[in-house]
């Protein structure tokens, strides 16, 4: 997937063509209040437990976490996810993580 | 004498055993299969029973293992990587130099909170299981009519389009009943569509709008209502049913937990190239049973034992691997009418349109609705049985080649 480079706030980064990024090292905790901002979401705490499981899991995993995987490992309920990240939460984390959409198969 | 053992006969480990059988020599190898029970089924014949499919599934296991393969009966308790043992429940113990997982995914209706109750296999069904699929049978047979609901409790599942073809298999044969005017279809996805793939979803959405069926996307289910037979969504939306076809969560088996060798939906972690467990060397894990990040098929159990099996001998032999696999799929969906459609695909390229195998000749079409791919389908049976299981030749390369496809945008119109 081809990325196109865009700016938040003062940041230069790359997403791909839904506005994830495409590039682990650009991703900082500043960012992550930005990106959240756009969707509607301001960060607490709870948020953040999950931000930071996501991007810690992403590099031994290779894949950007499911629901089930963040609620099994960091211990958050599916239901409090989709509280904190209202409609896809799945997308939504990932999202302002900086981690690829999560897979689908077809 | 070293010692393989590769727990599961279903499809990866029948095919995998095989083909080392051949390659490893008899006075030097023990290989021994384990597996809970003495049946193979073939399990994408159970499409077809709710429909009426007749054939028998079944063939007994230490018939389809080689000469020379030790087929133990037994049901895996746990492994212990560091005494390189398998337990099995009833107490005896097997060890190992090399181990293979090979135990699949199965269905999980107990961790959707009511779904097992007083109306499973009555207005709530599955397909995935022989007994399942026979009950659907029965149901399908005296439904008169209401809202039909054809649902997924999350991913991974094998055979992620199964459920697709269920849906159009189902219209098709309401339509042939004549009652199509009194079904309201839906189909309920955790997804964020039917297809997710863009140039798929673009070919194969179309379909379903033709049928009039109802796409309910971006719904994890968080419990079922049985009384009120309504499926109740982590967000609170609820969708009621007549008759509810579902594939409950798919789980890894029991023991790789109990073993710490799993994550959390108990998938074997390996490398993705190479399917060695990413925790102890001298494990694999192959077929449904890993974490690879493509589909859950017999195809890729297929695909990656080709390259697992030389992968093997190079690792026995104490060289580095140097076969790599690129998470080759190949599907065929069954879309109604007597015709289906094919898609092939890697973990790096999405399905697209073309021909299959052959680039100009085909006979198979890629992402498009024929007869031939239909009669592909179920040409299968007799090449999984004769073929593929005993681990002769196929002429299907285990990697996916971009012979006779194209993007959509490079399509050229006549
Ligand atoms: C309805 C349906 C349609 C399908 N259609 C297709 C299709 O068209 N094309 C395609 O490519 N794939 C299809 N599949 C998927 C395909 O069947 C699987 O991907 C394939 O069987 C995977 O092989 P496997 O060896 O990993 O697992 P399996 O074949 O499921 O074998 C696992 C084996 O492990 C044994 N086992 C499990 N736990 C234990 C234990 N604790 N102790 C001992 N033994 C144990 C089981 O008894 C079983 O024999 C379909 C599946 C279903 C359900």
Not at chain 1, 63 to 88: C, D, H, N, Y
Not at chain 2, 158 to 176: I, M
């Amino acid at each position: 997937m081809t990325a196109t480079v865009v700016s938040v706030g003062d940041t230069t980064i790359h997403v791909d063509s839904e506005g994830f990024l495409t590039e682990y090292g650009e991703w900082t905790e500043g960012l992550a209040g930005q990106l959240a901002a756009r969707i509607g979401i301001e960060l607490t705490d709870e948020h953040w437990k999950a931000i930071r499981f996501l991007r810690a899991d992403y590099p031994s995993h290779g894949e950007t976490a499911t629901l089930r995987r963040v609620s099994t490992l960091a211990g958050i309920p599916i239901k409090q996810l989709f509280v904190l990240f209202p409609g896809k939460p799945a997308k939504k984390m990932a999202y302002v993580a900086g981690l690829p959409k999560p897979r689908g198969c077809v | 004498m070293r010692r393989l053992v590769i727990l599961g006969g279903g499809t990866a480990g029948t095919i995998v055993a095989n083909k080392l059988r051949r390659r490893l020599a008899l006075e030097d190898w023990q290989i021994t299969v384990i597996d809970r029970d003495r049946e193979h089924l073939y399990q994408p014949g159970l499409l077809f029973v709710p429909f009426g499919g007749r054939e028998d599934l079944r063939k007994q296991r230490r018939q389809l293992l080689r000469n020379g393969i030790q087929f133990l009966i037994g049901e895996v308790g746990a492994v212990d990587p560091e005494q390189k043992s398998v337990r099995l429940t009833d107490g005896d113990v097997v060890s190992y130099d090399y181990l293979v997982v090979a135990t699949g995914t199965s269905s999980r209706p107990d961790q959707t909170p009511g779904m097992l109750g007083d109306e499973w296999h009555r207005s709530i069904h599955d397909f995935y299981t022989y007994d399942g699929a026979f009950a659907l049978r029965e149901a399908l047979q005296g439904f008169t009519g209401g809202r039909l609901v054809v649902h997924v409790v999350d991913q991974p599942i094998k055979c992620p389009v199964a459920p697709l073809e269920f849906t159009f298999l189902v219209e098709a044969f309401l339509r042939g009943r004549q009652m199509r005017d009194q079904v309201e279809l839906v189909y309920v996805t955790p997804l964020d569509g039917a297809f997710t793939k863009p140039i798929a979803s673009r070919y194969l959405g179309q379909l379903l709008d033709d049928r009039k069926i109802a796409v309910e996307a971006d719904f994890l289910v968080e419990r079922i209502d049985a009384e009120r037979k309504t499926l109740v969504s982590y967000d609170e939306r609820e969708i009621g049913y007549d008759l509810l076809v579902t594939v409950p969560l798919n789980m890894g088996a029991d023991f790789i937990a109990a073993s710490g060798l799993g994550d959390e939906l108990n998938y074997v972690p390996v490398d993705k190239h190479t399917l060695q467990s990413v925790a102890h060397p001298d494990i694999f894990a192959i077929g449904d049973a890993n974490d690879l990040p493509t589909s859950k098929a017999g195809s890729v159990a297929h695909f990656s034992s080709d390259i697992f099996v030389e992968n093997f001998r190079q690792y026995v032999e104490g060289v580095a691997m140097t076969h790599r696999f690129d998470g080759h799929a190949n599907c065929f969906v069954e879309t109604g009418d007597g015709k289906g459609l094919l898609i092939d695909f890697n973990y790096d390229t999405e399905p697209l349109p073309g021909r299959f195998p052959l680039g100009r000749l085909g006979p198979m079409s890629l992402l498009r609705e024929t007869k031939a791919n239909h009669w592909g389908k179920l040409a299968f049976r007799w090449i999984y049985w004769h073929l593929l299981l005993p681990g002769r030749w196929l002429p299907l390369p285990a990697r996916m080649s971009m012979s006779g496809k194209h993007r959509p945008d490079e399509e050229v119109r006549p």
